[in-house]
């Protein structure tokens, strides 16, 4: 064996949802959002000349971080922004995280964070959902080098009450608290509210579900001044043209349309609570989801072999094994009619 061969950094990758592409597939398996962004988002990818791409794009990405900062009420310098939240979250382990403490983060939880703390060397410790698959504020009151969690969890999708969050804050001053918020617009409350109240918070979020915008790739951080410029300090110090000219454009104009945000998000709401009552009625069983998803379990039917049977249909769902969730499956919430045909099929699934 050559020596350089020891001095390859090797890790095991986070394999991402499988991107099939049939022209009559019900995609429910990577919780996009089943609506097009808004029709703003046309206009201004229109509105950048070819010309104007020969040209660097804003390395601040002024006009899509003071959009954000006016939609949260927070200043410009109060607001980071990267291509997808998973750029964002790497970036921030890699500002944030580097003590000799561990990280904390569930067990059952978004399956990038081991990967980002081995890749990048961070000792972390799995702290247990409970038998309910909530996180318990309690178990994080102990010696960590930082702490993150999705709210509401995923795949779980069950939301943490603000005032959970605020005691995980308290009882741990001397630690960064992350709050991934990917799916906090589908009726959960945001921790963006406690950002003047503790400089140790970063709330993060995404445009690729609520939004719409998975294919653009746009994610972003909020917390305090400090924070945010050693975010951006890594940034530049990485890759200072993260967002390009089409992204800033784009972004800037979905957060603008309040309305048709409001719109969507209110037609998947509504379309995850009538799902409930048919997975229900169907016999599965699952915890309760303010996300745009629902992790559900049957008592007879394997998941593995259900999650098969879909797929031959087209349908595709997430399965994702892991000692404690290997009889669920993860389905996202797609539109009324999309989600008619899944009933119709779970209906005569013998089994
Ligand atoms: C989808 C998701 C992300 C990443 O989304 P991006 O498309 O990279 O913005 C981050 N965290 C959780 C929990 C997610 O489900």
Redesign the pocket.
Known sequence: MPLYEKYIRRVEPYVPGEQPNFPDMIKLNT?ENPYPPSPEVQKAIDSCSLSSLRLYPDPTSHKLNKAIANRYGLKESQVFTGV????V?AMCFLTFFNSDKPLLFPDIT?A?YPVWAEMLRIPYTLIPLNDDFEIVPEDYCRENGGIIF?NPN?PTGALLPLECIESIIKSNPDSIIMV?E??IDFGGQSAVSLIEKYDNLIV?Q????SRAL?GM???YAMGNEKLIKALNDVKYSFNSYTMNRQVIEAGAAAVRDEEYFQSIVNKIISTRERAKKEFTALGFKFKDSMSNFLFVTHPEWKAKDLFEALKEKHIFVRYLRGKRTDNYLRITIGTDEEMDTLFEFLRNYKG
């Open positions: 919780n997808g939240s998973d750029d979250i978004y990038f999705p995923a991934d990917a799916y993060v995404t445009f690729s579900k998975a790739r746009i994610g």
